[in-house]
């Protein structure tokens, strides 16, 4: 698996997590929401994600250099 899949994965699983908990009465998961849309704004201004670097060093791979990441 690659970093991006990934990172991809655990986003969807944080997404699905949010909406169970807003759905369930638990207001709170609202914020989950919150925090992935400011990370993502982040990532977008600055050019760094620190979920990207995370994934990195997981799977040991850096697709965003041109490598093959299959």
Not at 11 to 21: C, G, K, N, P
Not at 50 to 58: A, C, G, K, L, V
């Amino acid at each position: 698996m690659t970093p991006i899949r990934a990172q991809r994965f655990v986003m969807a699983i944080m997404l699905i997590t949010s909406l169970v908990l807003i759905h369930t009465g638990h207001q709170w998961g609202e914020y989950i929401i919150w925090f992935m849309i400011f990370m993502l704004l982040l990532s977008a201004i600055t050019g760094f994600c620190p979920s990207d670097t995370i994934f990195q060093r997981i799977f040991g791979k850096n697709c965003s250099e041109g490598d093959s990441c299959s």
